[in-house]
DNA sequence: ACCTGAACACCGTTCAAGT
DNA sequence: ACCTGAACACCGTTCAAGT
């Protein structure tokens, strides 16, 4: 065993493939999955990019990897006391880990190569729903529309370039200046009387729509 | 003018803005947005990969103009006899899109720039609903709900590693193969009862979850 | 007006070689 | 077992120069 080893006891100085990952995701939080390369992300890590290539098989895996380790950051309420108070806490939960990781917006649920907590976080859904009395047809339905929704309004919130109602104010006005009056008239209407006076909130929008889903959803539990 | 010029009456023989973006279009049908390069793009149009940049000013506002000419394909259907039937027909439109660009699928709605297709599009869906008597506030949460749905929708769909529900049944099996028996029992059993015995359609889902976020909006209609 | 050649600063990945 | 150096085949973009 060497001196080094001694000296750092319970802390591998050595890469890992956790490392890897963890350094990988804070390197896309911090500029973007095109910020993210292996030479950059070696230098990061003390390395030449080609070690990497030791711990992973490539870019690719690496990027399945940090999407499951992301997905595993999305809460899963146990201790909800009904299905619509669990969904509605692991949606608020998906939209947040988002938050954190923009990049990872477009990269989830692709339906490929799904981790161990892309799996466990599906079958977690899909209990609830059963234990419910849902059927299998309508758990499939359930989780179906909940999933399409959580992740392109999250896909959408991601790119959002504002993040205050403020801003988007600033920002529509931005977009309405950029066309004639009257180009589009009823766009223009929204963004005056509303982007604008009144306070658009990205977050009461998803909360509407998840209210709107969660009510539809309801009225399939005894079908 | 040139003998050129005159063999080739009404067709400019020059590149241009368009041309250039219907040829990327094209090559990202083909390949991916990942195989879409400005050199590949300039050998296929016959020129320099340099020449490109006296019609555009870098690659992203070549995919920007990509994307709003693909925005441009969806279907306005000025004809529907009510909201629901407007909203339906242009969802489906959508979807058919993206089924035939699935490279566009997690880059449309980036609200950053958005082009006069996009802009007009919008447009449209406001007006529908206002002059079917939707409020303001009515009207931004259903055209909210509804964009989320549709490309988060799309992004799935242009993800699958299936299309028929034979291919279905042969992608669960296999992902089902790959974790122990027992590991995500509820998955495990919606996958044997469900996506293998009887068929899933991807299609059907869609059209599943657009119902119950149309019967959702209808409650709207007079609040 | 429209295009090219050369150049710069990057990529991902392989593979033999080092310790 | 774990990492590096050199190499290969790519990128996007700038800019002076060509026609």
Chains 1, 2 share one sequence.
Not at 18 to 41: C, P, Q, T, Y
Not at 117 to 139: P, V, W, Y
Not at 141 to 161: D, E, R, S
Request: aromatic share 8%.
């Amino acid at each position: 065993m060497s001196i080094k080893a001694k000296i750092t006891p319970g802390h591998s100085n050595t890469l890992n493939k956790e490392l890897v990952i963890l350094a990988a995701i804070k390197l896309a939080d911090e500029s973007g999955i095109n910020g993210l390369s292996m030479r950059k992300l070696g230098r990061e890590l003390g390395v030449e990019a080609m070690a990497l290539y030791y711990h992973l098989k490539n870019k690719s895996q690496l990027i399945e990897e940090m999407i499951d380790h992301i997905h595993g950051e999305i809460e899963i309420p146990f201790d909800a006391p009904n299905w619509r108070a669990f969904m509605q806490r692991r949606a608020r939960s998906a939209l947040d880990v988002v938050a954190r990781h923009p990049w990872a917006a477009g990269l989830m649920e692709s339906g490929v190569n799904p981790g161990p907590a892309t799996l466990k976080d599906s079958d977690t859904m899909i209990q609830c729903f059963r234990e419910a009395g849902f059927s299998i047809a309508m758990t499939v339905h359930a989780v179906t529309v909940l999933n399409i929704y959580i992740y392109g309004a999250a896909q959408q919130y991601a790119k959002l370039p504002f993040t205050t109602t403020e801003q988007a104010a600033e920002v529509s006005e931005a977009i309405k200046r950029q066309f004639p009056m009257g180009t589009y008239p009823y766009l223009g209407e929204i963004i005056t009387q509303h982007m604008i006076k009144s306070g658009y909130s990205a977050v009461d929008e998803f909360d509407f729509g998840l209210k709107l889903i969660l009510d539809g959803i309801a009225l399939l539990e005894r079908e």
